[in-house]
């Protein structure tokens, strides 16, 4: 690569580094993870090289001044937004508040269906709509526990598996990917 194509990377924003790879150094421009080999460094050449990005990486002092500006203009504007928005958060208290009402009424009437549900799965006076794998004693039949778990009500099998009681705790019911009504109840 020529000086001239090395001058025009340069003003696209290129670094130029000195780059060795198995003992042997070579004069690379860089940009990002983009890299252009300019041949096999030479002293009298880096210094060229080096001299063209210092000349390109000065800074501007007008533009400095311009942006000493704009910085300026920025802060004042940051500052008028933050003070607005200090003034909004009174009033949008309000408008979240009852946002936030809606939202837990609607918690409220999910988790009201998922109750009755669970209690649905797991009837007795109506054994034809609850689960065939309820056990008449109102244990799940189908899945247990190695160990007994606190904070639940459970009986041990004779294999010595822990079961739940749906009747007690009828929200274990809801998310049972088997579920099935009793359909011999039905016959």
Request: proline letters at 4%.
């Amino acid at each position: 690569m020529d000086l001239n194509e090395a001058e025009t990377l340069l003003k696209y924003g290129w670094i130029p580094r000195i780059k060795t790879v198995k003992g042997r150094n070579y004069i690379t421009l860089r940009k990002g993870e983009n890299e252009r080999s300019l041949g096999p460094y030479e002293k009298e050449y880096w210094s060229k090289i080096y001299k063209l990005s210092e000349v390109k990486l000065k800074p501007n002092i007008v533009e400095i001044e311009d942006l000493k500006d704009a910085m300026a203009k920025t802060n004042n504007t940051i500052a008028e937004l933050r003070a607005e928005l200090e003034k909004l958060k009174g009033e949008k208290a309000f408008e979240d508040l009852g946002r936030l009402k809606e939202d837990v009424a609607k918690i409220k009437v999910s988790f009201d269906y998922l109750e009755y549900t669970a209690k649905w799965r797991v009837l007795m006076d109506r054994p034809e709509y609850s689960c065939k794998l309820l056990g008449k004693d109102g244990y799940c039949t189908r899945w247990f526990w190695d160990e007994e778990q606190r904070f639940r009500l459970q009986k041990q099998d004779n294999r010595g598996k822990w079961h739940d009681s749906v009747r007690e705790h009828p929200r274990i019911c809801v998310a049972c990917p088997i579920f099935e009504p009793n359909k011999e109840e039905q016959q």
